[in-house]
């Protein structure tokens, strides 16, 4: 049942003069957790954007990561991606010397121009099962039963996640 009609469900029993006053209290619970559910999904959603836009240009020429994200995520990314590059081309580098025009990363005297993931950045995770102990940055190692949640840097359990032996949390 989708949460619209369970909203229309709980409107109709609010309206309805018979329900008791504990049927009332319910309908309130089940409409606090709609609406949870609904910020829930709405902020999942503002994230996944967000981090879709802002590493479009590594996720449009890594052609890995395509299979990751749905079609529609991934069209959006392509044309966020040429607009952006659109953007800079009328705004910043038609100003430039010719050399300096471009946005590709082979200059080795300046940043990249292609934003990517910060592997060395602590993420939390849950185990899903066991897992074989990794190897910290400070050389030691980490064993995770399962159900275990652990922060520890994303190159660490990158494997494990590709793996589906973690989740991120």
Known sequence: M????????????RA???SSEEEH?????????????????????RTRLY???????????????????????????????RLVEYHFNQTVLQSLPSEQRSLDDNAHFMPSMVTQPDKLRPVFVHARQACPPVRLPDGSALTMPKGQIS???????????????????
């Open 51 to 81: 981090k879709i836009e802002k590493y479009a240009r590594y996720i449009v020429s890594t052609p890995e990561l395509h299979e990751k994200l749905s079609k529609a995520e991934l069209d959006h990314a392509q044309r966020y991606a």
């Open 151 to 169: 922060l520890t840097p994303y190159y660490v359990v990158e494997q494990l996640l590709l793996r589906n032996e973690v989740e991120l949390v």
């Open 25 to 45: 209290f319910r309908i309130m619970l089940v409409q606090t957790e709609i609406e949870r559910v609904k910020f829930v999904i709405r902020s999942y959603t």
């Open 16 to 18: 309805d003069p018979d």
């Open 2 to 13: 989708c949460a619209s009609s369970q909203s229309d469900d709980v409107q109709l029993l």
